[in-house]
């Protein structure tokens, strides 16, 4: 599915006549317990319309030939196996939270794709590095053995960074009080588990033709962006499209929520090309 803007800019204009720039596949966009709920008897976890089942939030990104990951939670697994993944270029990490790491085992395969086995590049902040070396203790431990997951890290910042010839530009946002790295590529970025960004940090997502938001539920909470303040933030933006991920069964069903034009819920699956 392609994206529609809802205005016509330069960039999107270019990116028509000669050829997708950027690919971006939502490989999940559920929140922390995914939808169906484990025990849920809502309407949405009944729900029989598949864009209503969430896996945990995660997406991939084509650009220039690299293929970057943003997050590994615990259904990185099927998400690969379901868009036919088989080569990463490298993972870039938003924090430590478990339904964003908790899934990085499975990186293995990517690393024994290859004869002999790569490393897996991994970008992440200083403390959610620290985080992974305290869940995988066993890949960084002296006493390794075959099949272990490998790991490169590389701790960022808040200056740009290239992977793979590709620039990224990190935006600081806060969860809570968690700062939670979101990421810009282009003309694109991509926020999860954020309540509040500093003005700095949104001068930084201003001329997007894309925007990704997390936007948990339509009621307020406190350490996510409700329907309301996404809209915000989008409307104070201004991107040619939005859409919104990290979403709870307390949404709504998919095919019930009423946005404004030019946002639309994300669903797993959704591919957007640029």
Do not use: W
């Not at 939502?26 to 809502?42: A, D, K, N």
């Not at 992974?132 to 740009?160: E, K, M």
């Not at 509040?196 to 996510?224: C, Q, T, W």
Request: with cysteine; glycine share 8%; hydrophobic share 40%.
């Amino acid at each position: 599915m392609q994206a529609g803007p809802v205005r016509q800019t330069a960039y999107a204009t270019f990116a028509r006549q000669t050829r997708t720039i950027v690919q971006l596949t939502f490989l999940g966009t559920g929140t922390s317990q995914g939808i169906p709920v484990i025990g849920c008897r809502c309407v949405v976890c009944q729900s029989r319309d598949p864009r209503d089942h969430r896996t945990r939030s995660a997406v991939l990104l084509e650009h220039k030939g690299a293929r970057l990951l943003i997050d590994a939670g615990p259904d990185l697994r099927q998400q690969m196996l379901r868009e036919g993944v088989g080569e990463l270029g490298a993972v870039l990490l938003t924090h430590e939270h478990m339904d964003h790491i908790s899934g990085m085992d499975d990186l293995r395969a990517f690393s024994f794709a290859h004869d002999p086995p790569r490393a897996v590049p991994v970008y992440a902040d200083e403390r959610t590095l620290g985080a992974v070396q305290r869940v995988y203790a066993y890949a960084f431990s002296n006493h390794t053995y075959p099949g272990l997951p490998q790991f490169n890290l590389h701790t960022i910042g808040d200056r740009p960074f290239r992977v793979d010839g590709v620039e990224v530009v990190p935006v600081e946002v806060m969860h809570h009080n968690l700062p939670v790295k979101a990421f810009r590529i282009g003309k694109l970025a991509y926020i999860t588990d954020a309540k509040f960004i500093a003005p700095n940090e949104r001068d930084k997502l201003r001329g997007l033709d894309v925007l990704v938001v997390n936007a948990l539920r339509m009621k307020p909470h406190y350490s996510h962006f409700n329907v309301a303040e996404a809209l915000a933030l989008v409307e104070e933006l201004a991107p040619a499209q939005a859409y919104f991920t990290h979403i709870s069964h307390l949404m709504g069903r998919h095919g019930e929520v009423q946005l404004p034009a030019g946002v639309a819920l994300a669903y797993d699956g959704l591919k957007v090309d640029l």
